[in-house]
Antibody, heavy 119, light 113 residues
Framework: QVQLVQSGAEVKKPGASVKVSCKAS????????MHWVRQAPGQGLEWMGW????????NYAEKFQGRVTMTRDTSISTAYLEVSRLRSDDTAVYYC????????????WGQGTLVTVSS | DIVMTQSPDSLAVSLGERATINCKSS????????????LAWYQQKPGQPPKLLIY???TRESGVPDRFSGSGSGTDFSLTISSLQAEDVAVYYC?????????FGPGTKVDIK
């Protein structure tokens, strides 16, 4: 069965970076896009961008360009999200979610990774 | 960017009664070349990731109970729960995937009256 398993919670100081992983299993990792969506505490959902694991191509929401990097390691079927220059308003649960293409819907999600930014 | 709005912000419905959530997009999400509305609905329960319920505005995801239905076209959409069950208590989000950035509505919280 399809599974997306994310890395554990992180606590970071403002200005630091964080790298969240999303390990895929149960399907062909390179056959589906991986998107990242975040959710601040008690707030709604915010799309951050996607990576095509086959080509490595990425597309970031304009809000995150220059501060977000999405990468992948096909040898271990894992996608990564790195957010730099963290601010307190980056405190959120970060989800990876699989879609059939760049504009697809997300039938499978990771369990979420809480990133807390606090001095 | 396409802005998604939802109404109401929250609603409380008696068990077995109908619940309807509305979603409006700031521009049409109907793609004329294939006549498909790029609109999805998700259900999110506390502490869980969102769950896909509906895509193409009205197609139920596999395994989703048939009490959930989606309708609408262009800029106006709705999600209906025909007979509310206790397990349907959640926040519901609409989402457009017509074009990047992919955007969500603010969510509608559904409770039992």
């Amino acid at each position: 069965q399809v599974q997306l398993v994310q890395s554990g919670a992180e606590v970071k100081k403002p200005g630091a970076s964080v790298k969240v992983s999303c390990k895929a299993s149960g399907y062909s990792f390179t056959g589906y896009y991986m998107h990242w969506v975040r959710q601040a505490p008690g707030q709604g959902l915010e799309w951050m961008g996607w990576i095509n694991p086959n080509s490595g191509a990425t597309n970031y929401a304009e809000k995150f360009q220059g501060r977000v990097t999405m990468t992948r390691d096909t040898s271990i079927s894992t996608a990564y999200l790195e957010v730099s220059r963290l601010r307190s308003d980056d405190t959120a649960v970060y989800y990876c979610a699989r879609s059939p293409d760049s504009l697809g819907t997300w039938g499978y999600w990771g369990q979420g990774t809480l990133v807390t930014v606090s001095s | 960017d396409i802005v998604m709005t939802q109404s109401p912000d929250s609603l409380a419905v008696s068990l077995g009664e109908r619940a309807t959530i509305n979603c409006k997009s700031s521009q049409s999400v109907l793609y004329s070349s294939n006549n498909k509305n790029y609109l999805a609905w998700y259900q999110q329960k506390p502490g869980q990731p969102p769950k896909l319920l509906i895509y193409w505005a009205s197609t139920r995801e596999s395994g989703v109970p048939d009490r959930f239905s989606g309708s609408g076209s262009g800029t106006d959409f709705s999600l209906t729960i025909s007979s509310l069950q206790a397990e349907d208590v959640a926040v519901y989000y609409c989402q457009q995937y017509y074009g990047p950035p992919l955007t969500f509505g603010p969510g509608t919280k559904v409770d039992i009256k």
